[in-house]
């Protein structure tokens, strides 16, 4: 009995407790290659360099090489959409960080406006994240480049978030996209009808 019950309380303490995790993703744009992190608390999870090629994105780590194809389908879309909605309203935001590098060795104009235009669109996230969630730390820099060709983007962001959070979330976006999928196929049934 005595065992059972630590079994149902290490369960219960897993599903509570927040997990802590950081993701680094940079890609250079120009050079079409990049990395993306997943550590948890101190541990690397995952670690893979990337490029973009003929519809496909090429992971490559230490152990291996994966191909996978890009599909867009709307449902998996919608679904996605929903899900990172639902996760945003559940986590922790420790901190998120952005770093762009653009830079023209031939137009110096364009670097300082298009600098000029991602510093606005950066400002006007930091000011959403903030608002949803204040306790957070946002960062950004955009380093424009004169004398050379470049476009890095830079993403860190580090959060928490428990077990029973992300099953909530994936729950509840599945039941809101099937509503959603509800009413529009009465919507559909009503117009054919008139």
Known sequence: MKVLFIILLV???????PIQLKIHFKYDVLRNRGFFELKL???????YRFKF???????????????????INMENVDFVNELQKQLFRRLYLKYFKV???????????GVA???????????????YVKTHKPTSDFAYRVYPQFDQSNGVV????SFSISITNILISLIRAKIILNKKKEQKNERKRVQASN
Do not use: P
């Open 113 to 127: 406006m298009l600098g000029g235009v991602a510093n606005t669109l950066l400002a006007v996230l930091k000011a």
């Open 53 to 71: 090629k003929n519809g496909q994105i090429l992971l490559k780590n230490r152990k291996e090489t994966k191909q996978i194809d890009i599909e």
């Open 41 to 47: 608390w101190i541990f690397n999870l995952k670690f």
């Open 154 to 157: 830079t993403l860190r962001t």
């Open 99 to 109: 770093f762009l590098t653009i830079g023209s060795d031939k137009n110096a104009s």
């Open 11 to 17: 369960i219960i303490i897993i599903l509570i407790v």
